[in-house]
């Protein structure tokens, strides 16, 4: 599943590319993408209306349309937005293919059909669950270490990769990133929180942001399908140091990598680096 930095490098690329543009139509290859409105009012509503923002919340996409209406996307496992400049034939992936009167083109493609669209307006937003029940932007300026640690504290009994997997705790986190970010700072993935010493929460902050920072530089990770509004693949994937290595060398310490299953993912880790203390 896409996560934050791929999410937010999608953002950036729609924000070049289609704020100002008017859609002239959508063309719904599979209705069940859109959960909101019934199909025929979501082509109806959508067309003539002007792209004024592009936004990200978490995992979830927010194009605010004219007429304070409010696009929302989440491309769950295998969602992508390509950006076509001229008419582009869709793939047997295309679920929903929106038309610019420019006569350049936006593909919602999803080879496991489970990505969802919603057309609502801007005021009803915190009518979508899983949208108003977010937790802060990891990257936020509000999300300070003193934040983090009060987050920590509240949710002592919590295992460190489900508390950081935890939408409704650090929104846009998933299971790639909190494995790095666990790894890089030396922190067993069991971990309760309540466990962490002051220094290893300061750690482990600052370790959180600067690995989504460099996969946002890096385009994302590109281990499945996730590709950037160009059809192309993220980099960060080739500097994976812990995810999907199990049996392969620790980077640190030689140590065969390790995976196990917390809150129901599977989980990489070394078992010398980031050894488990019973504390």
């Known amino acids: 599943m896409p996560e934050l930095p791929e999410v937010e490098t999608i953002k950036r690329g729609l924000q070049r590319l289609v ?13 069940r993408a859109v959960l909101s409105p019934e199909p025929a009012l979501f082509k109806r509503r959508i067309s003539g209306r002007r792209v004024l923002s592009v936004e990200r919340r978490g995992k979830y996409i927010l194009m605010k349309l004219t007429d304070d209406k409010l696009l929302v996307i989440h491309l769950r496992m295998t969602g992508q937005l390509i950006y076509f400049p001229n008419n582009m034939r869709p793939e047997k992936s295309t679920r929903v293919l929106f038309k610019f009167i420019t006569s350049d083109e936006l593909h919602f493609n999803d080879l496991r059909r489970f990505g969802t669209l919603w057309l609502i307006n801007s005021a009803d937003k915190s009518l979508l669950k899983g949208l108003s029940s977010l937790g802060p932007e990891p990257l936020s300026a509000k999300f300070n270490l003193s934040a983090f640690t009060q987050l920590l504290k509240n949710k002592k009994q919590r295992k460190i990769k489900a508390l950081l997997l935890d939408q409704a705790c650090i929104a846009g986190l998933g299971n790639i990133y909190t494995d790095e970010i666990l790894y890089r700072a030396a922190i067993h993935p069991a971990c309760r929180a309540g466990s962490l010493t002051t220094k290893e929460i300061g750690e482990l902050y600052e370790t959180l942001r600067t690995t989504l920072l460099e996969a946002i530089e890096l385009g994302g990770t590109s281990t499945k399908d ?27 310490c030689s140590t065969p990598i390790e995976r196990t299953v917390i809150a129901g993912r599977g989980t990489y880790f070394c078992p010398s680096c980031q050894r488990y203390y019973v504390k």
């Open 19 to 31: 704020t100002g543009k008017i859609i002239s139509e959508a063309h719904l290859f599979d209705k």
């Open 226 to 252: 996730y590709l950037n509004t160009w059809g192309e693949t993220g980099y960060f994937q080739f500097y994976l140091q812990v995810y999907g290595r199990r049996n392969q060398p620790c980077l640190r």
